[in-house]
């Protein structure tokens, strides 16, 4: 049994397992669960008075924690779902293993009989130390010691089937892990679902509203892919769930190393642009919109964490500066972008990119947008490098002969277009980061990131101006 318990956790797992319910109970006496999150739920101690309680209520949709020493028989037939945590057998029930994230939450979930680390398929992650971890894990398993990856377990009994069992049964497959999904606003499970080793299929469970409708204009923007073909890019095919989407795995069997921007990036984006673009005024763009909205947002809140209400307030004044030097009525060309273009959401092969996770698409953002995001966050997150060298690879974007083409045939500004991203991408994350209770550490390394690009495009823009002042002075 697990030493502590987040109600996080709880509420995760209970909206994974038992989509829509009314009432969400918790038996803790030994005091295990830690209130970090703010939800309804009630809590017992006696299993004599939850007994009495749950005779009261024979209508209701109930999901249980058990965080006691008894297996609780007499009552699991009279809630939807019971979540048992101590090593006492629970009868006819499902054992999982779990595997926490560094701060002790639940981040993958996979049942105790998986004969292989389906979980694994749910990391796309290609350093070191990741593929240490992998190897490790793999080997536990083949010893018949997956319980060494575990950092605990827990047993689940329903009167139903388990709501993942139509969908094993639809894909044929023979097992399953589920991604807890990343803490935020935009959270959403993932599950993957594998037969004979290979996963198939994912499914994506919205958590929140936020992510509900980042799931929704997922599926939409997928949905109209199956009427563009594409030689250079492949996607996910997609289906509507009742509570998510079905989307099937692009996962090659062979791929490149995918921690660079490479011809192959730049020519499946040159490949997008010729079926999308179109030249668009700055103040017609929804992320014209979005930027100036973000930006409002920021001048008036406070960080709800860790963020320094000094970095907040310099970010939130250079955002300011450089919208100023935007001009509204310039035309440009935009087109489709995937919006989170990054190592981790996609597979590089000889001659195609397999790109997934396309919740952040749209069809009206400003041409190079998506290049641009793969070198910040390479950059920071993959190689941890200083603006310094961001600056550099910038450079080498602009100079890389795909580039240099999609340049001409668009009539593409760089300026204007790395400008447009810094200010949507940064005012963006940074009122939603300033909302996060816990704010992780990447963040911080962001935001640095940015309010050194920030000054330096400034500063470059006070260069300029000064330069053509001083001209004009000499010509008069």
């Given at each position: 049994?697990?030493?502590?318990?987040?109600?996080?956790?709880?509420?995760?797992?209970?909206?994974?397992?038992?989509?829509?319910?009314?009432?969400?109970?918790?038996?803790?006496?030994?005091?295990?669960?830690?209130?970090?999150?703010?939800?309804?739920?009630?809590?017992?101690?006696?299993?004599?008075?939850?007994?009495?309680?749950?005779?009261?209520?024979?209508?209701?949709?109930?999901?249980?924690?058990?965080?006691?020493?008894?297996?609780?028989?007499?009552?699991?037939?009279?809630?939807?779902?019971?979540?048992?945590?101590?090593?006492?057998?629970?009868?006819?029930?499902?054992?999982?293993?779990?595997?926490?994230?560094?701060?002790?939450?639940?981040?993958?979930?996979?049942?105790?009989?998986?004969?292989?680390?389906?979980?694994?398929?749910?990391?796309?992650?290609?350093?070191?130390?990741?593929?240490?971890?992998?190897?490790?894990?793999?080997?536990?398993?083949?010893?018949?010691?997956?319980?060494?990856?575990?950092?605990?377990?827990?047993?689940?009994?329903?009167?139903?089937?388990?709501?993942?069992?139509?969908?094993?049964?639809?894909?044929?497959?023979d097992s399953y892990a589920i991604f807890t999904g990343t803490n935020g606003p935009n959270r959403k499970?993932?599950?993957?679902l594998s037969k004979e080793k290979n996963t198939s299929h994912f499914l994506k469970i919205p958590l929140?509203?936020?992510?509900?409708?980042?799931?929704?204009?997922?599926?939409?923007?997928?949905?109209?892919?199956?009427?563009?073909?594409?030689?250079?890019?492949?996607?996910?095919?997609?289906?509507?769930?009742?509570?998510?989407?079905?989307?099937?795995?692009?996962?090659?069997?062979?791929?490149?190393?995918?921690?660079?921007?490479?011809?192959?990036?730049?020519?499946?984006?040159?490949?997008?642009?010729?079926?999308?673009?179109?030249?668009?005024?700055?103040?017609?763009?929804?992320?014209?919109?979005?930027?100036?909205?973000?930006?409002?947002?920021?001048?008036?809140?406070?960080?709800?964490?860790?963020?320094?209400?000094?970095?907040?307030?310099?970010?939130?004044?250079?955002?300011?500066?450089?919208?100023?030097?935007?001009?509204?009525?310039?035309?440009?060309?935009?087109?489709?972008?995937?919006?989170?273009?990054?190592?981790?959401?996609?597979?590089?092969?000889?001659?195609?990119?397999?790109?997934?996770?396309?919740?952040?698409?749209?069809?009206?953002?400003?041409?190079?947008f998506d290049a641009f995001h793969y070198i910040f966050q390479t950059s920071i997150l993959v190689d941890?490098?200083?603006?310094?060298?961001?600056?550099?690879?910038?450079?080498?974007?602009?100079?890389?002969?795909?580039?240099?083409?999609?340049?001409?045939?668009?009539?593409?500004?760089?300026?204007?277009?790395?400008?447009?991203?810094?200010?949507?991408?940064?005012?963006?994350?940074?009122?939603?980061?300033?909302?996060?209770?816990?704010?992780?550490?990447?963040?911080?390394?962001?935001?640095?990131?940015?309010?050194?690009?920030?000054?330096?495009?400034?500063?470059?823009?006070?260069?300029?101006?000064?330069?053509?002042?001083?001209?004009?002075?000499?010509?008069?």
């Amino acid at each position: 049994m697990k030493k502590v318990s987040y109600l996080s956790d709880i509420n995760i797992l209970s909206s994974i397992f038992e989509h829509q319910y009314d009432l969400l109970i918790i038996v803790d006496p030994f005091k295990i669960v830690q209130q970090d999150i703010v939800c309804n739920f009630l809590i017992f101690y006696l299993e004599e008075e939850l007994n009495f309680f749950i005779d009261n209520y024979p209508d209701k949709k109930i999901v249980l924690f058990n965080y006691s020493n008894t297996s609780l028989d007499s009552i699991k037939n009279k809630v939807s779902i019971l979540f048992h945590f101590h090593s006492t057998p629970l009868k006819d029930s499902s054992h999982f293993y779990f595997i926490n994230n560094p701060d002790g939450r639940i981040r993958w979930v996979s049942p105790a009989n998986n004969k292989t680390p389906t979980f694994l398929n749910l990391y796309n992650s290609s350093g070191t130390k990741a593929k240490v971890y992998k190897s490790l894990v793999k080997t536990a398993y083949i010893l018949g010691k997956k319980q060494w990856c575990a950092s605990g377990s827990f047993q689940v009994y329903s009167k139903k089937s388990l709501f993942i069992s139509q969908y094993i049964q639809e894909y044929q497959a023979d097992s399953y892990a589920i991604f807890t999904g990343t803490n935020g606003p935009n959270r959403k499970a993932i599950i993957a679902l594998s037969k004979e080793k290979n996963t198939s299929h994912f499914l994506k469970i919205p958590l929140t509203k936020k992510a509900t409708d980042l799931v929704n204009n997922e599926y939409s923007f997928l949905k109209r892919f199956e009427y563009i073909k594409l030689k250079k890019v492949l996607i996910p095919s997609v289906k509507k769930l009742n509570n998510g989407i079905s989307l099937s795995s692009v996962k090659p069997t062979q791929k490149h190393k995918n921690n660079s921007l490479h011809r192959q990036h730049l020519s499946a984006l040159y490949e997008l642009y010729n079926r999308s673009a179109e030249e668009v005024r700055i103040h017609e763009l929804p992320i014209w919109h979005t930027i100036n909205t973000n930006i409002d947002k920021c001048k008036t809140v406070v960080p709800n964490n860790k963020l320094s209400f000094q970095k907040h307030a310099k970010l939130c004044k250079l955002l300011l500066t450089s919208r100023s030097k935007i001009l509204p009525h310039k035309q440009i060309n935009v087109g489709i972008a995937h919006g989170d273009f990054t190592p981790w959401n996609m597979y590089v092969t000889d001659d195609k990119l397999h790109l997934y996770d396309w919740e952040m698409a749209s069809n009206k953002y400003p041409l190079l947008f998506d290049a641009f995001h793969y070198i910040f966050q390479t950059s920071i997150l993959v190689d941890k490098v200083d603006f310094q060298e961001i600056k550099k690879r910038l450079l080498n974007l602009k100079q890389m002969p795909t580039c240099e083409a999609i340049i001409q045939e668009y009539q593409i500004d760089f300026n204007v277009a790395y400008q447009l991203y810094l200010l949507y991408t940064i005012s963006y994350y940074l009122h939603l980061y300033s909302q996060q209770q816990r704010l992780h550490d990447q963040a911080h390394w962001l935001i640095d990131s940015w309010t050194a690009a920030l000054e330096d495009l400034i500063e470059n823009d006070r260069l300029q101006s000064d330069k053509k002042a001083s001209k004009m002075k000499n010509l008069s």
